[in-house]
């Protein structure tokens, strides 16, 4: 079974992803400091990426966890393949 994966597509949709993070935090910080309005909806601490327990901090720890995902897969295939590599990291 092969998959591929192409980085110049996973790049650009992250690179959209973190965009739409931080123009939805911009907003927030316009609503919050300019028109005085802390909460609208419930939508300017979702985006807040001064805090936690949001949508910013859940896309940082999936990144974070398809990473170590990628590095484990990694690291098996090449252990198949017998060359030796640092399994630390995983």
């Not at 079974?1 to 949709?13: D, Q, R």
């Not at 859940?58 to 897969?73: Q, R, T, W």
Request: proline share 2%; with cysteine.
């Amino acid at each position: 079974m092969n998959l591929e994966i192409k980085s110049e597509k996973v790049f650009k949709k992250l690179l959209c992803i973190i965009i739409a993070l931080v123009l939805l935090n911009i907003l927030g910080l316009i609503s919050k400091y300019y028109f005085d309005h802390d909460y609208v909806y419930g939508l300017v601490p979702l985006f807040d990426l001064d805090t936690e327990k949001n949508i910013p901090t859940f896309y940082s720890a999936v990144a974070i966890l398809c990473s170590s995902f990628l590095l484990f897969f990694i690291a098996v295939t090449h252990k198949k393949m017998e060359i030796y590599i640092w399994l630390g990291l995983v």
